[in-house]
């Protein structure tokens, strides 16, 4: 199957999808080959992760946590391009993507934990093949062709490695210089482009003058491809299609491909954003027409794989899931200041023994109360 | 050394702001005083900026002025050189201080060095605004003080004020300086604190620092976020120990007269930053102390600072910011040597 | 006249061409818009240059000068794209093109002091509207947008602004963020990207997979134009066509321009290069075969602008405004170490005050011979 | 500080090299002896390298190990992160230091930081070579000596050798460190003597400065290219002052124990570096000296430097760069105080 000729070359054209806005399969496209199974864990997984962003919302206003970047209106874009993924895969999600770790079975409350200002929540993806997340936009690409340059030197044909990132990471130099390394190198990467049309305030069209983002690819010798990012089934085909191709290329093409998903994020950028500043409710309504959870729900209900029984159960676990986690993380041991000082080179260098150790004076000195309380 | 009185306006028109509502004071007047000022970055426009310093100004001077530009500090910071190089002065809003490692080429390739390379044919009149520092409980990469980078590039000058009148006045200064000014902003007291700024324009000369606490017993030098926990060490050694605390407002050019005679009357010191110990100004000033004034040293000046240490994620973060406690401890041991 | 279409679209035809290899008119194709006397000018700054070159060269193997980036072979794009300038334009040159300066006027006795290591000489480009060098590939091509920015936020539509690189600084993010805000902000800027197939070693495919290099824009939203840069008249028409449109933009058109200009460096990369490791005499021999001066030399006699006489006049002229330029440059004082000192910052601050008492005491105390032996 | 001696391999096997082809020796022994190891960056192919530090490693080892990179600095380094994240162990080259700072961000937000960022189980075991300072006669850029934005990033490390055997030493010793390692080579001397290096792997630590010349007056701390000129100034002094010249060789860690053991003994001290005055590491050195020894301290501790000023063209680089008469005189003058 190639996608992606079709779509780059004619960049006007709607993204592939595959569900309507219905949840019907449009004419001429095959369903998934997918499990009934696993269709409805991927329902799941969305759920949750709808379920897990308000909650941490809500947590965020009580200052029981830390600024948070909501992930809803990109279930679909997430966790359809994670269940692509085979196990040895590596993701690189950004600070969006809590459902990607999530769906790739990283505990939610390690997950929570990390936006509750702990390093060691961050540690836990690595487990799981999920890349810790750093706030630099566009500067996690290079890390991703890095790697693909890593399996490919050791013949290691059984990895791909999808790099996500936003629209306006479009614009950074090292989205440039990162695709045009994989292009050079012809790596095993999917490149994700979670084009939600806005970078904080900044419209998709302020962002660049392309009229799509799949057509930079050109710019680098190989396949762009613009998939509808609500409508988890078609980013799931079209990610499974980059994957397969990054191990083993089609003649004429070459291994790393760029996604283009086009989709939105339904909430503010981050429980700091305010944003009808800058966004008409009118634009929001019309992509909230397109919820991909509730789109995915048509679909599995019209061809019977769930109903209002099982939706129900869900729900409960869902339910009990994040709440356990919640439980979890506030349980958490107040954190060790010497946690700060290992991990900065693999042995503590001198300097730095001594500077804990006057942090350890001034704690027995004054407590940790007097120390926090500014 | 200035005394801010000296350059008052009409004293009698002043609003009550924040330091962030006196960034955008600044912006604004400057901005209606000339139309070769324009501003530039990452949500400035109809967002007005994270931190709202650039609020409203989007709606009053327009796009063309409050440039909203796609994601991309090195094009944001090269762009405005180019702006600059042809006469134009423009204000390019770094959003964090973390984000403007990817501009450091152009900062020190280009900004400092357009004028020497062109034996003063070319200038960059340019202002790179942008919020440092830690304590406001953000995610990784929101917190650092590096202003240690751009002093030890000449060409730059580096500018970080602590308080709404000094904010617009640096900032006035800055944008009318015919150089390249890093103007670092301490957002954890953007909004800590308000102060009777004059509504006229009025600069606060740059490479002027400021006595903000007079004290015999020991100078303790600082700057941005920290004069406010510094003041409060101070105040909470009152009677024990009588300190100086000098704010030294321009880190490039650094007012060595201010610094030296300062300690030349209490003969201890100490420096108070956020930045990592190793490499940052304490160590400058500590040299350039013990180059001027060996002889009236009585103890060796103490540097309170950050750890050597990447910033933590907000767990620990209290832990890592110097504050009254720990300033309060150096300033003893500066004292009892 | 829309080049750019056609060459981008079709990104593997032959560059857009104007004079055949024996220098005739390419049938379908228009001669230049250029008059006789400007076209024999033309003819004179070409070959001044190749003959600048060829002694500057000789000067720094005799010590007299210092690294020196050769132009042979890049003249035709240099001088026809300069050629196509208005007196107002900008142009930022890189340090491969000294025929930029010397065709805007520059005097070459302040080209070669530049090359001698004196600031002074870069600061004399400034008056004919040439951006003094720098040598931090890719940095000075945002530099080129913000003049554009500041162009059009003044209304001034009486200015373009022309950027020169090469094939390896498209590799560069600042490439791309330059290029990503001329489109965005639709500014008066022409970049001219100077394909010599090499980046010191390294070849055009291992740059970039990319077809072409004017393919590149469609990444920006503007358009892409291949040329011949062995044919000064062909560049001459893309660049004035560009330049055009960068200041009354056709309809449907954004105002920057990419242009490719295909060519080849003849020497070394610098003289510090040696370029037999890495590169075949074959292909050096089959680009000489199309040298610009050669092709454009036989237009001009073939349509009777030019003949046996007035080349050796030519010739005469260069060689005695070259011997003049060496000896100028020759004479120089010695240079002032307070120039250092000055332009640092409009007003010496009393620290470097300081510095240059101490240096100047230095001076005093060991005498220049000394000081500078090291 | 270490006895050179004590790592010393086979010392009948040896090879007369001069610096440059010791970088080149080193890293032909660790790519021989670990897979892992590749090389990357511009022209470090079949060029060799623009200094042939890379010579023939191509042929040998072919195009997947030595790899020559499209000119994108920061996609350099941000790919050789991505590559160590997995565990290989790239050293990456930049041409010359002046072009390094595209991959600021890169080295500060990532590849020092990747460690902590994932408590330990993602790590950078990279180096970035590059060739920095002055004195060559280069065009503008090639001259930059900018070791201190290095040293105040926590995370990374930073060596720089000068003399043949340690660079191989330390080299071995960078890519076999598992953290980043800025790796900065002094071109000046890259080819000025040789010495003669073991054929065999051998490790120079981190951490560790050599004292090159015993002296009782006063201790002079410099690295790299500026170890020669204080070491002839040192000599140039014989008979009127006993000059103890210590080479840091490491920069970050510092070898606080062994600036502050050699201080005690002379009481007094000079830093020679070739970075701009304001914001160098002769900062850093003299406040640690006074911080941990202030009672020996006899006199201020001389900075000699080069000036707050760009780097010039090469027309004037002799003016800019310290040599022995500038370092005589700085020395006197710490020894008249
Ligand atoms: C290099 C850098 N610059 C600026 C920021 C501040 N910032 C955080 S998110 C964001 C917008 C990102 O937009 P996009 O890439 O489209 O991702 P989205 O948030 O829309 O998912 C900005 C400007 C940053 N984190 N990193
Ligand atoms: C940022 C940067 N990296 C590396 C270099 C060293 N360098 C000088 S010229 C060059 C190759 C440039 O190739 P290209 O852009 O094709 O221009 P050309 O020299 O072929 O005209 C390199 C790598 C540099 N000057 N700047
Ligand atoms: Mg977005
Ligand atoms: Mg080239």
């Not at chain 1, 941490?56 to 009580?62: E, G, H, I």
């Not at chain 1, 990012?229 to 499974?240: E, I, K």
Request: charged share 30%; aromatic share 8%.
């Amino acid at each position: 199957m190639r996608l992606s000729t079709e779509s780059v070359t004619s960049s006007k054209d709607e993204p592939f999808r595959i569900l309507d806005a219905n949840g019907r399969l449009i004419e001429g496209r095959t369903g998934p080959d997918l499990s009934d199974e696993q269709l409805v864990q991927m329902y799941e997984d969305m759920t949750f992760s709808r379920h897990f962003d308000e909650r941490t919302v809500s947590l965020q206003r009580q200052g029981r946590m830390g600024t948070y970047a909501p992930v809803a209106g990109h279930e679909g874009a997430q966790i359809g391009s994670t269940y692509a993924l085979d196990r040895d895969d590596w993701v690189l999600p950004t600070y969006r993507e809590s459902a990607i770790p999530l769906a790739r079975d990283v505990e939610p409350s390690e997950v929570l934990r990390y936006w509750k200002g702990y390093e060691e929540g961050n540690a836990s993806l690595v487990a799981e093949n999920v890349f810790p997340i750093n706030i630099v936009i566009g500067s996690l690409i290079p890390h991703a062709t890095g790697m693909g340059m890593a399996f490919k030197y050791r013949d290691d044909y059984s990895r791909a490695v999808v790099c996500h990132f936003g629209d306006g990471a479009t614009s950074e130099g090292d989205f440039h210089e990162a695709l045009n390394f994989a292009g050079v190198f012809d790596t095993p990467n999917v490149f994700f482009c979670n084009n939600n049309q806005w970078a904080i305030s900044v419209p998709r069209d302020r962002q660049t003058a392309s009229d799509t983002i799949a057509q930079k690819a050109i710019a680098y010798g190989f396949d762009g491809v613009r998939v509808d990012g609500m409508d988890p089934l078609a980013v799931y085909r079209v990610t499974r299609d980059a994957i397969e191709n990054a191990k083993r290329p089609e003649d004429d093409r070459k291994r790393p491909t760029l996604v283009e998903s086009v989709q939105y994020r339904f909430g503010a950028h981050t429980t700091a954003d305010d944003p009808s500043v800058y966004r008409d409710d009118d634009e929001l309504e019309r992509w909230q027409r397109k919820d991909p959870i509730v789109r995915f729900e048509k679909f599995l209900r019209n061809t019977g794989r769930l109903d209002d029984e099982r939706i129900d159960a869900v729900k409960t676990r869902n339910e009990e899931r994040m709440a356990d986690a919640i439980e979890a993380v506030e349980r958490l041991d107040d954190p060790d200041p010497e946690e700060m000082f290992q991990n900065v080179y693999e042995e503590l260098p001198s300097r730095l023994e001594e500077q804990f150790e006057r942090l350890q004076e001034l704690r027995d000195r004054h407590g940790d109360d007097e120390l926090l309380e500014g | 050394m200035s005394q801010n009185q000296n350059q008052h306006p009409d004293p009698t028109e002043t609003q009550n702001l924040t330091l962030v509502q006196a960034v955008r004071d600044g912006l604004h007047a400057e901005m209606e005083r000339d139309d070769d000022v324009v501003v530039m970055g990452e949500d400035v426009g109809a967002n007005g900026g994270v931190f709202r310093a650039t609020e409203g100004l989007s709606e009053e001077f327009g796009e063309e002025r409050v440039i909203d530009t796609p994601l991309a500090e090195s094009g944001i910071v090269g762009s405005a050189i180019g702006m600059s190089s042809v006469g134009m002065k423009p204000i390019a809003e770094i959003q964090f201080q973390g984000f403007i490692y990817t501009t450091f080429d152009q900062l020190v390739s280009h900004a400092a060095r357009l004028r020497t390379r062109s034996r003063g044919s070319i200038t960059c009149p340019l202002v790179v605004r942008t919020p440092y520092g830690g304590g406001i409980r953000p995610p990784e990469h929101h917190s650092e003080s590096k202003e240690a980078f751009f002093v030890h590039e000449p060409g730059l000058k580096v500018v970080v004020p602590s308080t709404p009148y000094d904010t617009k006045g640096l900032l006035t200064s800055a944008i009318r300086d015919p150089d390249p000014v890093i103007f670092l902003e301490p957002k954890l007291i953007y909004r800590a604190f308000r102060e009777e700024v004059p509504t006229d324009s009025y600069e606060v000369p740059l490479g002027e620092a400021a006595v903000r606490r007079e004290g015999s017993d020991i100078s303790v030098f600082t700057w941005g976020a920290m004069t406010r926990p510094t003041l409060e060490a101070a105040e909470d050694l009152e009677g024990e120990i009588d300190v100086e605390v000098v704010d030294l407002r321009t880190l490039s050019p650094l007012d060595t007269d201010a610094i030296v005679e300062s300690f030349k009357k209490t003969g201890r010191g100490a420096v108070v930053h956020e930045a990592p110990l190793t490499g940052g100004l304490g160590g400058e000033l500590t040299a350039t102390i013990q180059e001027e004034a060996l002889l009236y040293q009585e103890a060796p000046i103490e540097r309170i600072t950050g750890f050597d240490t990447p910033f933590p994620l907000y767990a620990l973060e209290d832990y890592y910011m110097p504050e009254p406690a720990r300033i309060t401890d150096g300033i003893r041991e500066a004292m009892n040597f």
